[in-house]
């Protein structure tokens, strides 16, 4: 099994300040034939089901708002809000899909400072 | 607009089947687009990934849950089911259904990123 490892469990940042969120995984989720990562982030408001953001660890779904990115590569990925906004107030989740058994991280609480 | 909506019954007894059914709107759950599945939250923790189908009735399922669980997929009512036996107060939670893209690895199709969810709907275990 691949187990996720987010970090950290909270963080809380200023408006408009950077929020950084890791991820990392027991073993490499990069496929070497195509060359992808099989990492997706989401995001989920309180009382709401998870969102996708991003997926193939950097590709932001339509829509999303640029401020958030994803990076990384292998067994390391970070997610990042560049200029945190009162809306990005949730838990953040990374999820493997490289397995044949389906892992998510812990989630992080992003708050404001 | 995809929609996708959980349905059963939110309470069951420890011992029993408990049993739900998703029903998609928007969209065909006979597209070889993508994978349909079930993911749980116990109230105030994570997620956890129960299993997922292909409209062709290809599974994939947690090992964890495998002996327990059972999803099945009706593609003329656009709907699809998750079966789960033998309940006890571990398997409370918001369950949610959903749609998977697909992820290809040594040319085996499986489910990949959940693109769209349901609501959630919470299940109690409980004589």
């Known amino acids: 099994d691949i187990v996720m490892t987010q970090s950290p469990d909270s963080l809380a940042v200023s408006l408009g300040e950077r929020a950084t969120i890791n991820c990392k995984s027991s073993?490499?989720?990069?496929?070497?034939?195509?060359?992808?990562?099989?990492l997706a982030w989401y995001q989920q408001k309180p009382g709401q089901p998870p969102k996708l953001l991003i997926y193939?660890?950097?590709t932001r779904v339509s829509g999303v708002p640029d401020r958030f990115s994803g990076s990384g590569s292998g067994t390391d990925f970070t997610l990042t809000i560049s200029s945190l906004q009162a809306e990005d107030v949730a838990v953040y989740y990374c999820?493997?899909?490289?397995?044949?058994?389906?892992?998510f991280g812990g989630g992080t609480k992003v708050e404001i400072k | 607009q995809l929609q996708l909506q959980e349905s059963g019954p939110g309470l069951v007894k420890p011992s029993e089947t408990l049993s739900l059914t998703c029903t998609v709107s928007g969209g065909s759950i006979s597209s070889s687009s993508y994978y349909w599945g079930w993911i749980r939250q116990p109230p105030g923790k994570g997620l956890e990934w129960i299993g997922s189908i292909y409209y062709s009735g290809s599974t994939y399922y947690n090992p964890s849950l495998k002996s327990r669980v059972t999803i099945s997929v009706d593609t003329s009512k656009n709907q699809f089911s998750l079966k789960l036996s033998s309940v006890t107060a571990a398997d409370t939670a918001l369950y949610y259904c959903?749609?998977?893209?697909?992820?290809?690895?040594?040319?085996?199709?499986?489910?990949?990123?959940?693109?769209?969810w349901g609501q959630g709907t919470l299940v109690t275990v409980s004589s």
């Open positions: 193939w660890a950097s």
């Open positions: 959903a749609r998977q893209g697909l992820a290809m690895i040594v040319m085996l199709i499986r489910p990949g990123a959940v693109d769209s």
């Open positions: 999820q493997q899909y490289y397995g044949t058994l389906l892992t």
């Open positions: 073993q490499s989720v990069l496929y070497s034939s195509d060359n992808k990562n099989y």
